[in-house]
């Protein structure tokens, strides 16, 4: 019986872990199946707003220089017939000729900024849109750490509550890094979505003065180091987290944030992908009341690119 006992024992703990390996896999391809939908959507729509949007940029150049010609022809003939008849000189200052001529450059200036901004955004959208990339590829680590703050913007910027969260980038000098890129992105969007979370939860118990005079700040750290491994650390000015339950952060659905904003799958997938998907760590350090630093270490190869 004995004997029985412990074999019964060793099948269930084998059908443990097997039902808890069933349960993370079907969490990833869940989890995977939405993040590549998601990427396919946002390329199609960066793909629609890119077209139209490059016809007016380069369109605006030529528009620009053609009006500065227009107005230089208007300026030689006042400087030539200096006293127009009546009805022109009626016209000029209805349309108020010198302010016009003054501030139409600067009109098609700041279109020109304008467009410029969303080619910008376009192209954060097509680099954030590689969740459909199955392929290791070399990437420009930074270039995807810009686009996902960029997608992230609407919640960094300032708002009537509190003003704009800061956000420095202490970057190093990095080689490509040979990734699986939507993956990679992904995990970045989980950390600084919650170091985003952890300010504005700090952010409840300030006033818009304790604020300004403490403000929000996330830093962003690269490093290359051994000739191998590259360091990204993501550091908010938080709460923190309790020591206690730092162990549990990266276990399926574990959250510290209120019901219904936060299912605690992100932090869980993000150590998935780094860990078993990049041979990499993700590990946290935190205190309590001092903010909270998440620190992923990668190699800059890959096994499967390298063979």
Same mark, same amino acid.
């Given at each position: 019986?004995?004997?029985?006992?412990?074999?019964?024992?060793?099948?269930? +703990?084998?059908?443990?872990?097997?039902?808890?390996?069933? &349960?993370?896999?079907?969490?990833?391809?869940?989890?995977?199946?939405?993040?590549?939908?998601? *990427?396919?959507?946002?390329?199609?729509?960066?793909?629609?707003?890119?077209?139209? !949007?490059?016809?007016?940029?380069?369109?605006?150049?030529?528009?620009?220089?053609?009006?500065?010609?227009?107005?230089?022809?208007?300026?030689?003939?006042?400087?030539?017939?200096?006293?127009?008849? +009546?009805?022109?000189?009626?016209?000029?200052?209805? %349309?108020?000729?010198?302010f016009l001529s003054d501030d139409?450059?600067?009109?098609?200036?700041?279109?020109?900024?304008?467009?410029?901004?969303?080619?910008? %955004?376009?192209?954060?959208?097509? $680099?954030?849109?590689?969740?459909?990339?199955?392929? %290791?590829?070399?990437?420009?680590? #930074?270039?995807? $750490?810009?686009?996902?703050?960029?997608?992230?913007?609407?919640?960094?910027?300032?708002?009537?509550?509190?003003?704009?969260?800061?956000?420095?980038? #202490? /970057?190093?000098?990095?080689?490509?890094?040979?990734?699986?890129?939507?993956?990679?992105? &992904?995990?970045?969007?989980?950390?600084?979505?919650?170091?985003?979370?952890?300010?504005?939860?700090?952010?409840?118990?300030?006033? /818009?003065?304790? $604020?300004?005079?403490?403000?929000?700040?996330?830093?962003?750290?690269?490093?290359?180091?051994?000739?191998?491994?590259?360091?990204?650390? %993501?550091?908010?000015?938080?709460?923190?987290?309790? !020591?206690?339950?730092q162990d549990k952060l990266f276990?399926?659905?574990?959250?510290?944030?209120?019901? *219904?904003?936060?299912?605690?799958?992100?932090?869980? $997938? +993000?150590?998935?992908?780094?860990?078993?998907? #990049?041979?990499?760590?993700?590990?946290?350090?935190?205190?309590? *009341?001092? *903010?909270?630093?998440?620190?992923?270490?990668?190699?800059?190869? &890959?096994?499967?690119?390298s063979t």
């Amino acid at each position: 019986m004995r004997s029985r006992t412990q074999e019964l024992q060793l099948k269930n +703990s084998d059908l443990q872990n097997a039902l808890q390996q069933l &349960q993370q896999t079907q969490i990833q391809m869940v989890h995977s199946e939405k993040m590549s939908s998601l *990427g396919q959507m946002v390329a199609g729509i960066a793909h629609e707003i890119n077209n139209p !949007v490059n016809f007016i940029h380069g369109n605006l150049v030529h528009a620009d220089e053609y009006v500065r010609d227009l107005l230089g022809l208007v300026e030689l003939y006042r400087e030539q017939y200096p006293n127009p008849n +009546s009805n022109i000189q009626d016209e000029i200052e209805a %349309i108020e000729l010198d302010f016009l001529s003054d501030d139409l450059p600067k009109l098609f200036q700041s279109m020109q900024v304008g467009t410029e901004r969303i080619r910008e %955004i376009v192209k954060s959208l097509r $680099i954030f849109s590689r969740f459909d990339e199955a392929e %290791i590829k070399e990437v420009d680590l #930074h270039e995807g $750490i810009d686009s996902t703050l960029m997608i992230l913007f609407n919640r960094l910027k300032a708002k009537p509550d509190r003003p704009a969260i800061e956000v420095v980038k #202490h /970057y190093g000098q990095l080689p490509k890094l040979e990734c699986y890129p939507g993956q990679l992105n &992904q995990v970045l969007m989980n950390l600084l979505s919650n170091a985003i979370d952890a300010v504005e939860e700090r952010n409840k118990q300030r006033s /818009y003065e304790e $604020i300004q005079n403490d403000p929000n700040r996330i830093e962003i750290y690269t490093e290359f180091k051994n000739s191998d491994l590259i360091t990204i650390r %993501i550091v908010d000015n938080g709460f923190g987290i309790p !020591v206690e339950i730092q162990d549990k952060l990266f276990n399926p659905f574990f959250t510290t944030k209120e019901v *219904g904003k936060g299912t605690g799958l992100g932090l869980s $997938i +993000s150590h998935q992908i780094i860990v078993e998907k #990049h041979g990499g760590t993700l590990r946290c350090r935190s205190e309590a *009341g001092r *903010g909270a630093e998440f620190i992923i270490d990668i190699p800059r190869r &890959q096994p499967q690119a390298s063979t």
